[in-house]
């Protein structure tokens, strides 16, 4: 039994170095954290083909929709302050961690583990050192769009990590790039919705928090083990 992350926003909660680079640079912002958010994620998703070819760096790209999600708020904030807030963000990032209860079933199950997230190769390993992801995946089973030069939903993605997913699972927070994408080759899927913006048939399971997820796994684990 195979089971295949993503990185963001499943691995982790992306909204805590967020949270904290606003806290930092933008305190005096009026908008909710969630919504707000959920607006520069938007906008991430909308420019993530131009990072991914390289017309924009990622801190580029983070400026560019901090800027954006300020703007759509009524709420504009200047060069200097998107800059600080990415270089805040960045920082942040360096402190990311996974919740107890995920890291207790990772250094648990006898699974085989692996990772596939979409982002330039450099910047997603940083966060998989901050995460110290080599605990539990080897670096044989970790893999990212920069480093294979095919982005989830692109079957490639998916063909890089095995071409033979009748025993793999993907647990995504994406439901198209990582529910759909994966689905279409055949996996079975977990969508991790932490952000609660709705699932849909390309999705085995629906989980929103670490708890329900790692419940959901050893429950699979031992339906499988039976």
Not at 22 to 39: C, H, I, K, M, S
Not at 60 to 79: D, F, H, M, N, Y
Not at 163 to 172: E, H
Not at 204 to 215: F, G, I, N, P, W
Request: proline share 5%; hydrophobic share 35%.
């Amino acid at each position: 039994m195979n089971f295949c992350f993503d990185c963001d926003d499943t691995l982790y909660d992306m909204r805590s170095p967020f949270d904290q680079a606003r806290a930092e640079v933008l305190p005096g912002l009026q908008a909710d954290p969630e919504a707000f958010y959920t607006r520069t994620r938007a906008f991430s998703e909308e420019i993530f083909d131009q990072v991914q070819d390289g017309t924009l760096t990622v801190d580029q790209s983070g400026v560019l929709r901090i800027r954006k999600a300020c703007e759509w708020w009524g709420q504009p904030v200047t060069l200097a302050q998107a800059e600080a807030f990415q270089k805040a963000y960045r920082r942040a990032q360096t402190e990311i961690r996974m919740a107890p209860e995920l890291e207790e079933w990772l250094a648990d199950t006898y699974s085989g583990l692996w990772i596939l997230s979409n982002g330039p190769d450099v910047h997603q390993r940083r966060k998989f050192s901050a995460l110290k992801t080599d605990r539990f995946f080897p670096e044989s089973h970790t893999f990212t769009s920069g480093q294979i030069g095919f982005a989830k939903p692109d079957p490639r993605a998916f063909q890089a990590v095995t071409a033979d997913p009748a025993d793999f699972w993907y647990i995504g927070d994406n439901y198209q790039n990582d529910m759909e994408g994966a689905k279409a080759l055949g996996w079975h899927t977990i969508h991790f919705d932490r952000r609660h913006q709705g699932s849909g048939p390309a999705a085995d399971y629906v989980v929103h928090d670490e708890s329900e997820l790692t419940a959901l796994l050893r429950q699979l684990e031992g339906e499988y083990n039976v």
